[in-house]
């Protein structure tokens, strides 16, 4: 059993978790990934680790409570706990080397895998620019968390309710022609947001990086729910992934893929179990 010991409402939709799981957080590193079951009847759901403690053994963990598990694991409160937390599984990122000056970019819920990726390289001594991207004031979330860890923020709203408007791509394409030299740039959030933020980048040979968030059943590449096509070639994003050269990735094969069960998914809250007569 893993106990929850904080638990944050980020805003109406988005919970902040933490979990006492040391031999997780012992080993793990940004980029990387946890599966969640809430009990042992529960389906298994992937979290990617949006930070840790190794020195008190905790795991942090960002979601939007949009499914039946993730409603589930909401509903918790600190002081209890979850049956099962595997991890760290994935790839953690990889940093080449020399690195000077990154552009992370986060969109929405993303923004929760953005925070340790400008962390790490801000602890590397990287200057960081980091741009958040909401669609409006209300549903901004970790911003003085990610204004701590990073040279410069950069707040977007579609709608203008709170920084400046438009999308992110606005802003990386408006200091990318003022001149900034980035030495990388990484891009996490909704995967059309990830595409656009690549074609942006593709014109100037800035290597991007993406995390991708494909249909993940056991996180060990047993499965086959997670391929993606990068450079002509399958992977698997939770063992050869979930980090990938965006400017490979097949980005609207993915997107197919991702809505595959989006009907099925709309039914997971009145589903009932046949096996056990009851919601499953």
Do not use: W
């Not at 805003?11 to 979990?19: A, D, G, H, I, Q």
């Not at 394409?173 to 900034?180: F, H, R, T, V």
């Not at 002509?232 to 939770?238: E, H, L, R, T, W």
């Not at 997107?255 to 499953?280: Q, T």
């Amino acid at each position: 059993m893993y106990k929850i010991v904080e638990k944050r409402e980020l805003n109406e939709n988005v919970t902040l978790m933490s979990f006492q799981a040391p031999y997780i957080a012992r080993k793990a590193e940004a980029g990387q990934f946890i599966i969640f079951r809430v009990d042992d009847r529960g389906e298994r759901i992937p979290l990617t680790i949006a930070d840790y403690d190794r020195d008190r053994g905790t795991v942090t963990v960002i979601f939007q409570k949009v499914g039946a598990s993730t409603k589930r694991l909401g509903m918790l409160e600190e002081g209890d706990s979850i049956s099962d937390l595997a991890g760290p599984l994935g790839v953690a990122t990889h940093y080449e080397d020399g690195l000077k000056k990154v552009a992370v970019i986060g969109g929405g819920v993303g923004c929760a895998i953005a925070y340790p990726q400008a962390k790490k390289l801000h602890g590397m001594g990287v200057s960081v620019d980091l741009i958040a991207g909401f669609r409006n004031k209300d549903i901004v979330i970790l911003e003085d968390e990610m204004r701590a860890i990073s040279d410069r923020l950069f707040m977007m709203t579609d709608d203008g309710s709170y920084g400046d408007k438009g999308f992110v791509t606005v802003k990386l394409k408006e200091l990318i022609e003022g001149g900034e030299r980035y030495d990388a740039v990484i891009a996490i959030g909704p995967v059309i947001m990830m595409k656009m933020v690549c074609e942006v980048t593709r014109p100037y040979g800035i290597h991007t990086l993406v995390s991708l968030n494909p249909i993940m059943v056991d996180g060990t590449g047993m499965c086959g729910g997670c391929r993606v096509t990068v450079d002509g070639k399958i992977k698997f994003a939770c063992v050869d992934g979930p980090d990938f050269d965006g400017h490979l990735v097949d980005f609207d094969e993915l997107m197919r893929r991702n809505n595959i069960y989006k009907d099925k998914e709309k039914e997971a809250d009145s589903h009932v179990c046949r096996l056990f007569g009851g919601k499953a």
